[in-house]
């Protein structure tokens, strides 16, 4: 089992920056991807970003590349969302996941273990 556990979340005004962390517990997770999602209110959770377990490959969505960079470090079985230029529309609650295998993916299906997310929010 892997236990996840997010933490960096706050409120902070536009175009400031966040750095999230993700913990994870359990298990190594050397070995796996790992994502972030987020899920705004009345709204379906969608995929922020991917790392492939090496750090070699990553994906970032298309409404946060560029500002958004998913990182991780194995040593510490960590891994992080660094968030600059942040907009109102990034406030949501956000995930971390990892999935055991080793590309990145967008589909959450393809995620087996989930933290308790770590709420965002951006003010005007």
């Known amino acids: 089992q892997v236990q996840l556990v997010e933490s960096g979340g706050g409120l902070v005004q536009a175009g400031g920056s966040l750095r999230l962390s993700c913990a994870a517990s359990?298990?190594?997770?050397?070995?796996?991807?790992m994502g972030w999602f987020r899920q705004a209110p009345g709204k379906e959770r969608e995929f922020v970003a991917a790392?492939?377990?090496?750090?070699?490959?990553?994906a970032h969505a298309g409404s946060v590349k560029g500002r958004f960079t998913i990182s991780r470090d194995n040593a510490k079985n960590t891994v992080f969302l660094q968030m600059n230029s942040l907009k109102p529309e990034d406030t949501a609650v956000y995930y971390c996941?990892?999935?055991?295998?080793?590309?990145?993916?967008?589909?959450?299906?393809?995620?087996?273990?989930w933290g308790q997310g770590t709420q965002v929010t951006v003010s005007s």
């Open positions: 790392i492939t377990w090496n750090g070699a490959n990553t």
């Open positions: 996941a990892a999935r055991d295998g080793y590309w990145v993916v967008s589909d959450s299906n393809e995620y087996d273990y």
């Open positions: 359990g298990r190594t997770v050397s070995s796996y991807a």
